[in-house]
């Protein structure tokens, strides 16, 4: 995973094995979207890094820095509701979701983006914490195409702080999420 800081933890097993992540797993603090990656058995890396409210960073800007990578390579989870039905969608963190792309992706009509406070008690994770990974409900989901061009990308891991690096592959198969041009230009 080039380019990513030198914090990372390497996780892999199958299900009903930790990996090795026990010892890591606190240090870390175990999140629904790590429990779900490692019970998954999905190989990924956990990058936990000091989240700085004073930054004056948006949540995804300050981990692509903190991680030092592209920030085109971090992505971002943003709810919304595709014709009345809450749905998830994952873009660049130096893009915007497209909402008419988003519901043409997920087959609907109409897109708005769902109140922080819906968004927070559907995937029971909070603003700059929330992760397309082993939320509460699995939501429709849609992930920007030009995650497509990386060999690792990143995403939440389920708190300020964390993001998790994995496969476009993997992140496709563990959110059942379709791949769409769902982002805009910021």
């Known amino acids: 995973m080039q380019g990513a800081n030198t914090n990372a933890v390497r996780c892999e097993g199958g299900i009903g094995d930790n990996g090795g992540m026990a010892k890591k797993e606190h240090a870390t603090g175990a999140t629904p979207a790590v429990r779900a990656l490692t019970q998954a058995g999905i190989e990924h890396t956990l990058h936990p890094y000091e989240h700085n409210p004073a930054s004056g960073m948006s949540y995804g800007l300050e981990a692509a820095t903190a991680l030092g990578v592209d920030p085109a390579q971090v992505f971002k989870t943003l709810c919304a509701h595709v014709d009345g039905r809450l749905c998830v969608g994952i873009v660049p963190v130096n893009g915007m979701l497209n909402l008419k792309a988003l519901a043409s992706a997920l087959g609907g009509k109409k897109a708005v983006m769902a109140q922080l406070a819906d968004a927070e008690r559907a995937t029971g994770y909070v603003a700059g914490g929330i992760?397309?990974?082993?939320?509460?409900?699995?939501?429709?989901?849609?992930?920007?195409?030009?995650?497509?061009?990386?060999?690792?990308?990143?995403?939440?891991?389920?708190?300020?702080?964390l993001d998790v690096g994995l496969t476009p592959a993997d992140l496709i198969t563990v959110t059942k999420a379709v791949t769409a041009p769902i982002a805009r230009a910021d």
């Open 131 to 161: 992760s397309p990974i082993g939320q509460k409900t699995l939501a429709p989901t849609a992930l920007d195409d030009s995650a497509l061009a990386f060999d690792v990308i990143y995403v939440s891991g389920g708190r300020r702080g």
